[in-house]
C-alpha cells in the first residue's frame, strides 16, 4: 500500500474515509457551514471500542524529527497490550527550506487525517556543535509538534536518553538494541526505515507514561 505523500508500512484493517458535517439553524433550516475530513478512521469511528475494563483504545503517533525523513509511527495502547497500527517517512529534498517544511506539515497532516491518532509524542531536541543544523532539525521538530496541535493533540516530548530507558531500560542504547525491543513490543512489526523504527519507539515511550488514569481516555 502506498500513498502519493508519504511512504510507509501499514498493519491490521482499512477505513472507509468519513467526513463530520456541521450544521447551523437558520430561518428554521439546517444549513451546511463546514465539511471536516477525518481521514480513514475518525474518533467518530473507532467511538465504540472499548476494551474489558470499559476504557477506549488509544491511538498513539510518535515522530522522531528530521528535516530530510521525519520518521513517523502508529500504535494502539489497550491496558498493558500493544499493537502496531502502521509506520514510514516524511520526506523532503531541494534547497528551499520554507518549502521543505511545507512538504512536512503536508505529509504529516494527512498522516494525522489518515490515522486519527488519540496523541503524539515528539522527540526533544538537543543542541550540538552544529549550530545550522540545529536550528534546522529544530524547525522540523516544530512541524512535528505543530501538525497534532493543529488537530486537538496532546502532544508529549522526551528526551532520547529517556526513550531509550522506557524501551530498552537503559538509558545508553543503541539502535539495534532499540529496535529489537520494539519489535518485541510490537510483534509482526516491519520497520519502514531506521526513523520510522525510532518514532515508534517514542510512541511506546509516550504509552507507559500515558498509563496513569488521568491520561485515559473513557467513551
Not at 40 to 66: E, T
Amino acid at each position: 500500500m502506498s500513498h502519493p505523500d508519504y511512504e510507509g508500512a501499514f498493519s491490521g484493517r482499512n477505513f472507509a474515509p468519513c467526513v463530520v458535517v456541521i450544521y447551523t439553524m437558520s430561518f428554521l433550516a439546517f444549513r451546511p457551514v463546514a465539511f471536516i475530513p477525518l481521514g480513514v478512521c475518525s474518533r467518530f469511528v473507532l467511538l465504540g471500542q472499548k476494551n474489558n475494563n470499559g476504557w477506549a483504545v488509544m491511538r498513539v503517533l510518535g515522530i522522531d524529527p528530521g528535516l530530510r525523513t521525519l520518521g513517523w509511527g502508529v500504535i494502539e495502547v489497550d491496558g498493558s497490550r500493544l499493537s502496531h497500527v502502521a509506520n514510514g517517512h516524511c520526506v523532503s529534498e531541494g534547497k528551499d527550506l520554507a518549502l521543505r517544511l511545507l512538504a512536512l506539515h503536508s505529509q504529516l497532516t494527512d498522516v494525522v487525517l489518515r490515522y486519527c491518532p488519540d496523541a503524539a509524542a515528539v522527540e526533544q531536541t538537543f543542541v550540538n556543535k552544529d549550530g545550522a543544523g540545529t536550528l534546522k532539525l529544530g524547525q522540523a521538530r516544530g512541524i512535528a509538534m505543530l501538525v497534532p496541535a493543529q488537530h486537538g493533540l496532546p502532544v508529549g516530548e522526551y528526551a532520547p536518553n529517556s526513550i531509550k530507558k522506557t524501551v530498552v531500560g537503559v538509558g545508553h542504547a543503541d539502535k539495534g538494541q532499540v529496535q529489537h525491543m520494539v519489535k518485541m513490543q510490537l510483534p509482526g512489526v516491519v520497520f519502514f526505515g531506521p526513523d520510522a523504527a525510532d518514532a515508534l519507539a517514542i510512541a511506546i515511550c509516550h504509552a507507559h507514561h500515558a498509563r496513569s488514569p488521568g491520561l485515559r481516555i473513557r467513551t
